[in-house]
């Protein structure tokens, strides 16, 4: 496949997502004790320790 075709496809299942998410909010609006859920891009990436030691030298 081309990138192309894989960053749409990236994007259109976060779109999908989002749409679940929202779906889900209104549907339970009037719930007591229901969180609204919130999607955030930080949810999809990773944390990597620091590598301040590592140095570059050939």
């Known amino acids: 496949m081309d990138n ?3 960053i749409a ?15 889900n909010n209104l549907a339970n609006i ?14 999809y990436l990773q944390k990597i320790p620091s590598q301040n030691s590592i140095s570059c030298t050939d």
């Open 30 to 43: 009037n719930t007591s004790g229901f969180k609204a859920e919130q999607p955030l891009f930080a949810e």
């Open 9 to 23: 496809l990236s994007k259109q299942t976060a779109i999908w997502r989002e749409l679940n998410t929202v779906a």
């Open 4 to 6: 192309t075709r894989y």
